[in-house]
């Protein structure tokens, strides 16, 4: 199981670093790292659900959109 934990760590490793570094020259370091830490989140709720057989509770949905709403505020353009 460590080894598996270990693998994905390494394989969203191996995506975000080429993938902030091309982002750069068109999102904020802020916007990156928003979009980083969504995808994380995703990711990790549906291998909870998925693998672990853990169900999503109804706080774990409303925590899951003030991280979306907070990601709204990133990226809106205001004015």
Known sequence: MILISW???????LLQVPANRIGHGHFS????????????????????????????????????AFIAAGGFFIFHKWG
Do not use: D, R
């Not at 980083?36 to 995703?42: R, S």
């Open 7 to 13: 693998g994905i760590a390494f394989f969203e490793y």
């Open 29 to 64: 370091a802020a916007e990156l790292k928003t979009i980083q830490e969504i995808i994380t989140l995703t990711v990790f709720a549906v291998f909870s659900v998925l693998w672990l057989k853990e169900p999503l509770h109804w706080n774990h949905l409303v925590g899951f």
